[in-house]
């Protein structure tokens, strides 16, 4: 975790949160309970026995999947968060994050770099591989794709997908009434001179 989210998340009822948050990883820092990254600003804090490379590619991906966290939190009726949860052996699907919101499970997937059309019709593969082996119990949890770019993913599966650039724009998206469609003969006339 950053600085930031550290303080934001256990100091937050403190009259200086990221001062607290400050002092008290600087003392688990120098305890040898905790390591730190200074490749980024704020500062970014790993346990003890991690054996990440504090510079590694991965720490901005375990970000975003800490962001996501933030924002379902921020909504409430958050029950279950896992981060890269291993369901069987290795090319099962494997989501950055199984989470239970409202009620719901969900897959979710934060992409941060950009797949090909193969690989995300490689990775839908998997879910419905994954599916089709029934390891998960019913209902099987809906698909979250979360990134910048839009995937064009054809074809019917036996379980929802959606995608959006963000969590919080896609929990907009489910408290949005749909627009009205205009009753016939009460459009917009356009005329063309």
Request: aromatic content about 12%; glycine content about 6%.
């Amino acid at each position: 975790m950053d600085r930031d989210s550290i303080a934001e998340l256990h100091f937050a009822g403190l009259k200086n949160p990221v001062t607290a948050a400050n002092s008290v990883l600087l003392r688990l820092l120098r305890d040898g309970h905790i390591q730190r990254s200074t490749s980024f600003q704020p500062y970014v804090y790993f346990g003890a026995d991690t054996q990440i490379k504090k510079n590694s590619a991965k720490i901005g991906h375990w970000l975003a999947i800490l962001n996501v966290y933030k924002e379902m939190r921020s909504f409430g009726r958050l029950e279950t968060f896992l981060v890269e949860p291993k369901y069987g052996r290795k090319g099962n699907a494997e989501p950055d994050i199984f989470a239970i919101y409202r009620n719901t499970p969900f897959f979710i997937e934060v992409q941060k770099s950009i797949y090909s059309e193969k690989q995300m019709a490689d990775k839908m593969a998997r879910y419905v591989d994954f599916y089709n082996a029934g390891i998960m119990p019913k209902p099987f949890p809906h698909i979250l794709i979360l990134s910048e770019q839009r995937y064009a993913i054809d074809g019917s599966y036996p379980f929802k997908v959606f995608q959006s650039e963000s969590f919080a724009k896609f929990n907009r998206s489910l408290t949005q009434k749909p627009a009205q469609p205009v009753p016939a003969g009460r459009g917009i006339k356009i005329v063309v001179q």
